[in-house]
């Protein structure tokens, strides 16, 4: 075991991110936090950290996070520990999850935050040891969850697509490039065989296969929010099988169409079958006339506009940034 290996979950929503997160924090020895977004927010935003005024601007903000308050940072010994070593991003945000770690009694640790795989040559560039885990999904089901989540049946069938697509192609380059350091799983694999598919994930990040993580004690939040599915609450401890292949249930044959006239290829490399589709005259119509113009363009703008904004890189939003009002004074102290 490498305790200088962190370990990242990547992936779109809805691909089971959350069950590989309830999992792995549920390892003896793994400590797992989620949605810090030091990726998407923080990295190479401040400019030199050698430079105490960048220095104190990125920490503050970091610490002011509404996201990373669960790690519950201490900004002075960060500081203090920080000013020790190599001025580095990646040493900055490996002491907000050290402390974590630390205090959670484990000796490595890991974070889950969506679309990671677009930062994969950051992050080991910071850190040549770590091990990026990538969800995927049937994007069919993907969608379907999409389209049910929380009760709500609301088409995004453009956007949804492009979303998969956008991390599957990233996803399927990060493999080729880095086969030892990024491992790209299959939500239906993890579910279908969860026992076998821990052990191969084990292997991969170098740490021995626990029949613990099984139990996802590690993560009460994942269980007592209904488990791995959007459609009905899961049992705590029990991994569903049920959403697989739910999309049948759920999309039209004209929705099923669009998804894999342009997953098609995408989808053969990662081992799920294409569903036969026959249309009527009248879908036919509806098809070429209006669900496949709208939500091609909806689909090419969304992956324009993420595109940009991963190469620019996102500002933080304000509503995520906590004012010192809502911070205890307990905790001002260290600011």
């Known amino acids: 075991m490498n305790t200088e290996a962190p370990i990242f979950i990547a992936g779109p929503d809805r691909s089971g991110t959350s069950l590989m997160f309830a999992l792995l924090a549920s390892h003896p020895n793994i400590s797992m936090v989620r949605r810090t977004n030091m990726w998407r927010y923080f990295h190479e935003r401040y400019g030199d950290l050698r430079e105490n005024e960048n220095l104190e601007r990125c920490l503050m903000d970091m610490v002011y996070y509404n996201r990373m308050r669960h ?12 000013l020790e070593g190599e001025p580095t991003y990646g040493r900055l945000f490996s002491l907000f999850h050290l402390h974590h770690a630390e205090r959670a009694g484990k000796l490595r640790w890991g974070d889950k935050s969506l679309h990671t795989e677009h930062y994969a040559d950051r992050i080991f560039r910071e850190y040549p040891n770590a091990r990026i885990i990538q969800m995927t999904r049937d994007p069919r089901d993907r969608y379907a969850s999409v389209r049910k989540r929380h009760g709500k049946d609301n088409p995004r069938l453009g956007g949804s697509t492009g979303r998969w697509l956008f991390s599957m192609r990233k996803a399927l380059a990060n493999q080729n490039r880095h086969p030892e350091r990024y491992k790209i799983i299959r939500f239906e694999d ?6 076998a598919t821990l052990k191969n994930i084990c292997a991969f990040i170098d740490e021995e ?7 996802m004690s590690g993560a009460a939040e994942h269980n007592d929010t209904g488990g791995n599915s959007s459609f009905e609450k899961i049992e705590p401890g029990n991994i569903s099988t049920k959403p ?18 342009f997953t098609g ?12 589709v026959k249309l009527s005259a009248g879908e036919m119509f509806r098809f070429h006339g ?7 363009m909806r689909m ?8 940009r904004k991963i190469k620019r890189g996102e500002p933080i939003p304000h509503s995520r940034l906590l004012s010192v009002e809502n911070v205890s004074e307990k905790e001002e102290q260290y600011v």
Do not use: C, K
Not at 265 to 276: N, V
Not at 300 to 307: I, S
């Open 290 to 296: 209006q669900l496949l113009p709208s939500s091609l």
């Open 300 to 307: 090419v703008a969304w992956t324009m506009l993420n595109a």
């Open 190 to 195: 993890l579910a279908g065989s969860p026992e």
């Open 209 to 215: 296969y626990s029949p613990e993580m099984l139990s």
């Open 71 to 82: 790690l519950q940072p201490d900004p002075q010994r960060i500081r203090r520990e920080f």
């Open 244 to 261: 697989i292949g739910r999309f049948r249930e759920v999309l039209t044959n004209v929705e099923i169409l669009y998804i894999q006239m």
């Open 265 to 276: 290829s995408h989808m053969d490399q990662l081992g799920y079958q294409r569903e036969p």
